[in-house]
């Protein structure tokens, strides 16, 4: 056994294009113009700052620079952002009533499937009753037979439908937007 501890392995540094360290701690004052970014070792400073916002309007700051540049330019992010809101209210509401619609065939397949299956079997068991046992039990089968295909390839349509969503979500391909 040897007595070598396990060090860990330095963090590489940050580079710089043309591969200049940045240390930490450094950062290039903009407020000093006489600063270059140069420490005078060889080293190069930067400074990297981020802004973001989320909303559908940027913040104050930003719209009175987009003002500055141009005063239409915040008329026409707000327009474009009132459009987009009534665009997505419109859908929102579209979704809504076909999702009621379909709910609601639905719910009257299911109703009318009732009756007509319930029809075949009542009717099947009055056949048997009045001595027609082979065409009341036809008739009772045949009723379930069609009950279970239709519940069954329900089932397998589900099935594939879920894939096919699946393998869209996964490919990348978005279509909200």
Do not use: W
């Not at 006489?34 to 802004?51: F, H, P, S, W």
């Not at 001595?131 to 036809?138: E, L, P, Q, V």
């Amino acid at each position: 056994m040897s007595n070598r501890r396990n060090k860990p392995k330095p963090k590489p540094k940050p580079k710089l294009v043309k591969d200049k360290p940045v240390s930490k701690g450094e950062l290039l004052n903009p407020a000093d113009p006489m600063d270059d970014g140069n420490d005078g070792n060889g080293k190069r400073r930067v400074l990297i700052a981020t802004q973001e916002f989320t909303g559908p309007y940027p913040p104050p700051s930003i719209l009175a620079e987009y003002k500055n540049i141009d005063p239409k330019l915040v008329d026409l992010i707000f327009q474009r952002a009132e459009t987009e809101q009534s665009h997505r209210h419109k859908m929102e509401s579209l979704h809504a009533e076909q999702f009621k619609r379909v709910v609601t065939q639905g719910f009257y397949g299911q109703c009318f499937a009732f009756v007509i299956a319930m029809t075949a079997i009542v009717g099947g068991a009055i056949l048997i009753n009045n001595g027609h046992s082979g065409t009341g039990i036809a008739s009772i089968l045949s009723a379930m037979a069609i009950l279970a295909g239709v519940f069954i390839t329900g089932k397998i349509l589900d099935a594939n439908s879920d894939n096919d969503s699946s393998d869209n979500d996964s490919s990348g391909n978005d279509s909200s937007g």
